[in-house]
């Protein structure tokens, strides 16, 4: 896929991934639409598109509002003419023991990184419908690919956000609509910070390098980008071949896992 000139509608672009996701981008000569909830951080994602020789405006606002996702979906469309690819990246963690986590956390990661990014694409389907050459890029986590305990509602809407790019991938193939899945592993990024995986032996990536694999998985349609270092990539398979292996592994390092994410919360 030519990324150069596309409209890209890119939620949670004030940082981390989304931020490097905006500049990959611009390097390919993109146009963004920058959306988050911080105008201040998402002017500073800008300032760094321009820079980069991309071109963006700043849309701030919820996406769990249904009227902020008609309206985002509009300024795109009055911006740049058009909509070409969305980048559903906004999402919040809540890591812990179910019955210790609270009710509100629960439904915020449902809502935020499940239903809201569903509607948003439901939204922008009729733009995207239009464009000669669209995409839509989900961006879900290992977790998604691994259960693991201690994030069992977060795996749970990145496991749904996967399927849901699966079904709409098959369900848009004749409508010139490409949909892509990408799955981070533990990165270093300011969602991160309260946790530390490293103690439970997970290696963490660069938000770069998740950026420039995304945009590389598109130009080459790929239907899937997956970022494990060899020790979750490992589990991962485990999981598929013997999966009563891996729950014993997974209770070796259960108590370190727990210490590791007792805080870890970005919400």
């Known amino acids: 896929m030519?990324?150069?000139?596309?409209?890209?509608?890119?939620?949670?672009?004030?940082?981390?991934?989304?931020?490097?996701?905006?500049?990959?981008?611009?390097?390919?000569?993109?146009?963004?639409?920058?959306?988050?909830?911080?105008?201040?951080?998402?002017?500073?994602?800008?300032a760094g598109v321009e820079q980069a020789g991309g071109e963006a405006i700043v849309f701030a606002g919820d996406v769990n509002d249904a009227g902020w996702r008609k309206s985002v979906v509009e300024k795109a469309i009055q911006t740049y003419g058009g909509l070409d690819i969305l980048v559903n990246n906004a999402g919040v963690v809540s890591a812990g023991w179910l019955e210790k986590m609270s009710e509100d956390d629960v439904n915020a990661q449902l809502q935020t990184n499940l239903v809201a990014p569903i509607l948003l694409t439901r939204a922008a389907l009729p733009a995207l419908q239009k464009s000669p050459k669209a995409a839509i890029v989900n961006i879900s986590s290992i977790f998604g690919l691994l259960g693991m305990p201690f994030y069992s509602i977060y795996g749970t809407t990145k496991a749904g956000i996967a399927h849901f790019g699966e079904a709409m991938r098959r369900e848009l193939a004749d409508q010139g609509i490409h949909v892509m899945t990408v799955y981070p592993g533990a990165t270093d990024t300011p969602?991160?910070?309260?946790?530390?995986?490293?103690?439970?032996?997970?290696?963490?990536?660069?938000?770069?390098?998740?950026?420039?694999?995304?945009?590389?998985?598109?130009?080459?349609?790929?239907?899937?980008?997956?970022?494990?270092?060899?020790?979750?990539?490992?589990?991962?398979?485990?999981?598929?071949?013997?999966?009563?292996?891996?729950?014993?592994?997974?209770?070796?390092?259960?108590?370190?896992?727990?210490?590791?994410?007792?805080?870890?919360?970005?919400m």
């Not at 490097?20 to 998402?42: C, D, M, N, P, T």
């Not at 946790?195 to 990536?205: I, N």
């Open 2 to 46: 030519e990324l150069s000139n596309k409209s890209i509608l890119l939620t949670g672009a004030s940082g981390g991934i989304g931020r490097e996701i905006a500049l990959a981008f611009a390097r390919q000569g993109g146009k963004l639409v920058l959306a988050g909830r911080s105008q201040e951080a998402l002017e500073e994602t800008r």
């Open 191 to 266: 969602m991160m910070e309260n946790a530390d995986l490293g103690k439970a032996g997970f290696s963490y990536d660069t938000p770069q390098g998740v950026a420039e694999a995304l945009v590389e998985g598109l130009k080459a349609d790929q239907l899937s980008v997956v970022r494990a270092d060899d020790d979750s990539q490992a589990m991962i398979d485990t999981n598929q071949e013997n999966p009563r292996k891996l729950d014993a592994k997974i209770q070796e390092m259960k108590p370190k896992l727990e210490e590791a994410v007792a805080q870890h919360r970005s």
